[in-house]
């Protein structure tokens, strides 16, 4: 089997329907037990095209793309401003944290090695803002990125409620000092 070239680089608002595409494809692999209606509402709510370009404008957000050559295979976004969520803040263990909000691969791109090129792009992100931890939100019941996130010594810190469309779901919060 060939060598695959593996790059992240970050999107602009350029990407924004490119992004928008993977997003639809990958966030409802997320949301184990969520009502597809109620996934859909929150695709059409928060994973927009104009959403993603107005993300890939803004200074406190990092969007990676990773690309297997020259192929788009997922992406990544790092709110880099720091957390005012009082749920959040209770949990972690400083103030000084940046939120992995995103963290998406296609479904047949799962176990190929990108996951982690995405990753350690993200994690240098944070890590050249100056935080001093990294936390995200992942469903406690998603047992395939759970276990990722633990290769890559994300604590877990406790649950918070995320809303997908009318659905409340559990969310573990994990935390990754850096």
Request: hydrophobic fraction near 45%.
């Amino acid at each position: 089997m060939a060598e695959q070239e593996l790059e992240v680089r970050r999107a602009g608002r350029s990407d924004a329907v490119m992004l928008h595409l993977i997003a639809a494809a990958t966030f409802p692999l997320a949301c184990v037990g969520a009502p597809q209606e109620d996934i859909q509402q929150h695709i059409d709510a928060h994973l927009t095209v104009e959403r993603f370009r107005e993300y890939a404008s803004d200074p406190d957000r990092r969007l990676l793309v990773v690309e297997a050559n020259g192929t788009p295979a997922g992406y990544a976004m790092v709110h880099l401003a720091r957390t005012t969520n009082s749920d959040v803040l209770a949990l972690v263990s400083t103030e000084n944290t940046v939120e992995l909000v995103t963290f998406y691969l296609l479904a047949g791109r799962h176990g190929s090695g990108l996951a982690d090129t995405l990753m350690q792009a993200a994690v240098a992100e944070a890590k050249q803002s100056g935080a001093e931890s990294m936390w995200l939100g992942v469903a406690d019941d998603n047992s395939r990125a759970n276990s990722f996130y633990d290769r890559y010594h994300f604590a877990r810190r406790g649950t918070k409620t995320f809303m997908v469309g009318t659905a409340a779901l559990t969310d573990l919060i994990r935390e990754k000092p850096l």
